[in-house]
């Protein structure tokens, strides 16, 4: 049984850099397909996805964000890690891990970690 | 970016009654190769993650009822409820994952 969850600061001040940790068990990603994925969603908005990173170390950004973010794997302690620079109110959203075959749709998800940014 | 505008924005639908939502996406998600549309659902319940109902378009989640069901090819899609039940009531998503990863902007069901 696949789960993740999602670790880090509820409450950030404006440029500051945000780092998440996803805590995830049931797959490894040393394995052949597999993958992590962050995605966020502002409040009463949808979802976006952030970054991605698989088992052979691909990562994929946002093209909007690209700039910002930096996502890495510890496969020993089954974590992926999402860090977000220059952190802005408009980034206040709840942020998913969630796993991700590739090629394939995100099929098990975190439950979330809500980020507000405010001075 | 693959753009997915989703219609209605929301629908109110009466208990056992059918819950039809659309979604269009600005190119085709069917990938010649392997002849699959990169199309997946999700129901997103208030205050919980969101839950993969369909995937390639049409393939029904395991776990999933089988009221909920999902067709369309290329660039037009509809998730189905056959038989709206009250624990139905969620924002539902379509999502792409052809190019990039984009979702709809969501489609809120509820009861009549």
């Known amino acids: 049984q696949i789960t993740l969850k999602e670790s880090g600061p509820t409450l950030v001040k404006p440029t500051q850099t945000l780092t998440l940790t996803c805590t995830f068990s049931?797959?490894?990603?040393?394995?052949?397909?597999?993958?992590v994925g962050w995605l966020r969603q502002p409040p009463g908005k949808t979802l976006e996805c952030l970054a991605l990173?698989?088992?052979?170390?691909?990562?994929r950004y946002s093209p909007s964000l690209k700039s910002r973010l930096t996502i890495a794997k510890d496969t020993s302690k089954n974590q992926v890690v999402l860090t977000v620079t220059n952190m802005d109110p408009v980034d206040t959203a709840t942020y998913y891990c969630?796993?991700?075959?590739?090629?394939?749709?995100?099929?098990?998800w975190g439950q979330g970690t809500m980020v507000t940014v405010s001075s | 970016d693959i753009v997915m505008t989703q219609s209605p924005d929301s629908l109110a639908v009466s208990l056992g009654e059918r819950a039809t939502i659309n979604c269009k996406s600005n190119?085709?998600?069917?990938?010649?190769?392997?002849?699959?549309?990169?199309l997946a659902w999700y129901q997103q319940k208030q205050g919980q993650p969101p839950k993969l109902l369909i995937y390639?378009?049409?393939t029904r989640e395991s776990g999933v009822p089988d009221r909920f069901s999902g067709s369309g090819s290329g660039t037009d899609f509809t998730l189905t409820i056959s038989s709206l039940q009250a624990e139905d009531v969620a924002v539902y998503y379509c999502?792409?994952?052809?190019?990039?990863?984009?979702f709809g902007q969501g489609t809120k069901v509820e009861i009549k």
């Open positions: 969630a796993h991700r075959r590739y090629g394939t749709a995100f099929d098990i």
């Open positions: 049931g797959f490894s990603l040393s394995t052949n397909g597999e993958g």
């Open positions: 990173i698989y088992w052979d170390d691909d990562r």
């Open positions: 190119q085709s998600l069917l990938y010649s190769s392997d002849n699959k549309n990169y």
């Open positions: 390639w378009a049409s």
């Open positions: 999502h792409q994952y052809y190019s990039g990863k984009t």
